[in-house]
């Protein structure tokens, strides 16, 4: 069973900066693709940045330029550098893993952690 831990969520002031990790519990190249996603209240999940084996990365729009998806392949964790916070990017940070197989592609997600922007 594929476990995610993600840490590194809380409280920081608007134009502050945080930086979330996501320890897996196997080989992260492995997956095909690695990625954050977040989900504000009455919001569905939605795509922050994805990185996937041969380093080709993905972030969406509302956050290109201000965060930084890496990824460390020896300590088998992700990160995610979130720099000039903004209200907006309160959310729960939700780490996911992407594998392609034969039978399809398959998510694996850690249990989240709350980033609160605000004064």
């Known amino acids: 069973q594929v476990q995610l831990v993600e840490s590194g969520g809380g409280l920081v002031q608007p134009g502050g900066s945080l930086t979330l990790s996501c320890a897996a519990s196997?080989?992260?190249?492995?997956?095909?693709?690695m990625g954050w996603y977040r989900q504000a209240p009455g919001k569905q999940r939605e795509l922050v940045a994805s990185i996937t084996n041969g380093g080709n990365i993905n972030y969406a729009a509302s956050v290109k330029g201000r965060f930084t998806i890496s990824r460390d392949n020896a300590k088998n964790t992700v990160y995610l550098q979130m720099n000039s916070l903004k209200p907006d990017d309160t959310a729960v940070y939700y780490c996911?893993?992407?594998?392609?197989?034969?039978?399809?592609?398959?998510?694996?997600w850690g249990q989240g952690t709350q980033v609160t922007v605000s004064l």
């Open positions: 996911n893993a992407k594998r392609i197989s034969w039978s399809g592609a398959h998510d694996y």
């Open positions: 196997e080989s992260i190249s492995s997956f095909n693709a």
